[in-house]
């Protein structure tokens, strides 16, 4: 093990050595930066508060994760319990553990929130929020302190970069046509498939070592098998980004949707918006194949956009032809 790694195990133990008690909290504020969670907290923004928002930190979301999974492609470094028996397994994990997906994208999303609700209030519920989801991964020893860091660091460095480029590109897209603006989404989506393949390319020669598989079996034994190289995550990314990216042009060019109005509106069309995306997701998920096939990979591709063309653009129409926004 990397000595820049192994120093963190002793911090793994004495946190775990807290006490089981804490199992429970941990895995439950993890939720908190879990796919599962944001696809439920995204909709609420953007259908019932803000927006310009909503779409923005969708955004910033989506290109946190494909970040993340290629970073961690690219330094192909394991987790605790593939390489140490002194943890235990409280939560389990199948691609590379540098940088850490949850204080990455935990960082960049919450942050976004946190400014763009702008109170000193917000900064302190949300960067608490951000230290206490990167902390329960290292409980759950599912990342070393030097994944979380180094997640902390590249979610911090992305979203100076969302927030300074933001305003920018906004107006220039603005400028643009829809059917411009539509073929950027489009370019940008295929950008991040073709960065992913990229990198497995780059690192193709790299094996997962026998004894990460061996000692994560022996720690986790129920836990799924190791599949670090897999193209699950970019390719859910990048679906994700075509499907926000088309619906975004063609809400604000169609510009008839107010977040606004009163609580029982917000909170009807909420529930009508969120059984949309359970079933698209789920739904669609139980059907189609599953797997490493071009079919497959391509099916979960459109499932990804489906579900964020819904939730940007579709939803808000159906929203406003039930007068409910």
Known sequence: MSPWLEWGIPIITWLQGLGDWLITPMRVITFFGNEEFLLILLPTILWCFDVGVGFRVGLIYIFSGGLSV????????????????????????TDFGLPS?????????YGRIAIGIGTRWGYVIFGLLIFLIALSRLFLAVHFPTDVIVGLLVGGALLIIFIRLETPLRHRLQRMSISGQIMIAILTSLFIIGLGLGTI????????P????TTAAAVAPEAKPLNPRSTDNFIAASGALLGIGVGGSLLFSWGKFNAGGPWSKRV?????????????????????????????QFLRYIRYAVVGFWAVYL??????ALRLA
């Open 268 to 296: 009807i069309r909420y529930i009508v918006g969120i059984i949309g995306i359970a079933v698209l997701y789920f739904g669609l998920k139980s059907i189609l194949p599953s797997g490493e096939t071009l079919l497959a």
């Open 201 to 208: 390319a780059v690192t193709d020669g790299r094996s997962v």
């Open 70 to 93: 290629t970073l961690k492609i690219l330094f192909g470094t394991p987790r605790p319990y593939w390489v140490s028996n002194k943890v235990k397994a409280l939560a389990t994990a």
């Open 210 to 213: 026998s004894d990460w598989v």
């Open 315 to 320: 939803a808000p129409r159906l929203f406003v």
């Open 101 to 109: 997906g949850h204080a990455l994208s935990s960082m960049a999303v």
